[in-house]
Each structure stands twice: as C-alpha cells, then as structure tokens.
T-cell receptor
Framework: GESVGLHLPTLSVQEGDNSIINCAYS??????FIWYKQESGKGPQFIID?????DKRQGQRVTVLLNKTVKHLSLQIAATQPGDSAVYFC????????????FGKGTLLTVNP | DGGITQSPKYLFRKEGQNVTLSCEQN?????MYWYRQDPGQGLRLIYY???????QKGDIAEGYSVSREKKESFPLTVTSAQKNPTAFYLC??????????FGPGTRLLVL
C-alpha cells in the first residue's frame, strides 16, 4: 500500500558528528518530499524539501538525498548540535499544486554532549 | 510557526461537550489543514480546505467539523461524537504549490 516509513525510530549521536535519518516511500507517483523537525510540545518546523526531478538538495547544515530507484529519502545533518535534538518527520506529497501530505511516524534524534 | 496562530494552547473537554479550536493565518495562504497527532505517531489529516467556503474530509474526519468562512480562519470543532479526542492538534497552511507550514498546536485533554 501507499506509505511513508522510517528505518529507525531512534538515533543517538555525539555532538559534532554527522547524522543521517532515513525514510522509505512506496508510491512512485510521489512528486514532492518534505522534512520537518518537531521539538517537544511544538508544531513541526520546515527544514528542507525536494522535488522528484532532483536527486539532492542542500541547505544550511542539512542535505536531502532522493533515490527514486529504491524509493528512499535521507536527511543528513552536518556537525550535529544539541539543538538538533528533536523528532524528524519525512512527508510525501502527491497531487501537484493541491497536494496532500502523508507523514511517517518520525525518528527521535538525540544529540549527546 | 510563522504567521499561523492556534488557540488555546491547552484545552480541556468534559464528556459530551463540543469544543472549538482556533486557527488563524496572516500569510494569505489559500489552503488550510487540520491534523491530529497521537503520542509517538505521525500526523493524520482530519479536514482540509483549499478555498473559502469549501472543505473536504481527510483520513479521520469522523467526530470533527470545520468551517471556512474567511480565508485567514479555519476553526475545528471536536464534537461529542469523537470518543477519543485526547491528542495534539496541528493546523497548517500553504499557498498552491508551495511548502506547508504549521502552527504551534493545541493540546486537547479530556476531564
């Protein structure tokens, strides 16, 4: 069925290390993907997005990679900081400009000082 | 959070009572959404509206109702028919083809 899932529910890293959060999707018709960061008790915060005609997109300390062959998405965070500790969600969108998002369950990233 | 506000931050509901959650945006976004989040879970779509005076059911609309009388406002009513209303409710909005942004959320608790 159509779904967005995550390989690992939790990830623990040391401060300064790079973090990689993975996400699998099953619908090859998905044309837009978004990563969100959610801190405890707050709404999700947009991090970075990527469209299906791209393989890679970089932001400040973050990179998203899209592998359409294996339907896999990853979020790389460089030099992870304690403030990066949060739950990270990937979301999959279909439907063009009037898209609806489908969310995965999220990965809890813990950064140890 | 941007220009999306939700109120109240916490809301308590008595059994059999209807309660309304407010969502306002000043971003001139056409589309607005309501999601429900349960502990350790992803977000599930309740209702969405792509234009004023029009809205559609999401995946879990039973026990909820909405209205979209103004572009900037999309209130959600949790009715007494919703038997398990305790959750974190998130409102979002966006312009067509653009990124979706979220409000700070309302936590609903049942007394």
């Amino acid at each position: 069925g159509e779904s967005v899932g995550l390989h690992l529910p939790t990830l623990s890293v040391q401060e300064g290390d790079n973090s990689i959060i993975n996400c699998a999707y099953s619908n090859s018709a998905s044309d837009y993907f978004i990563w969100y960061k959610q801190e405890s008790g707050k709404g999700p915060q947009f991090i970075i997005d990527i469209r299906s005609n791209m393989d890679k997109r970089q932001g400040q300390r973050v990179t998203v990679l899209l592998n359409k062959t294996v339907k896999h998405l990853s979020l790389q965070i460089a030099a992870t900081q304690p403030g990066d500790s949060a739950v990270y969600f990937c979301a999959e969108a279909r439907g063009g400009s009037n898209y609806k998002l489908t969310f995965g369950k999220g990965t809890l990233l813990t950064v140890n000082p | 959070d941007g220009g999306i506000t939700q109120s109240p931050k916490y809301l308590f509901r008595k059994e059999g009572q209807n309660v309304t959650l407010s969502c306002e945006q000043n971003l001139n976004h056409d589309a607005m959404y309501w999601y429900r989040q349960d502990p350790g879970q992803g977000l599930r779509l309740i209702y969405y509206s792509q234009i004023v005076n029009d809205f559609q059911k999401g995946d879990i609309a039973e026990g909820y109702s909405v209205s979209r009388e103004k572009k900037e406002s999309f209130p959600l009513t949790v009715t007494s028919a919703q038997k398990n209303p305790t959750a974190f409710y998130l409102c979002a909005s966006r312009s067509a083809g653009e990124t979706q942004y979220f409000g700070p959320g309302t936590r609903l608790l049942v007394l």
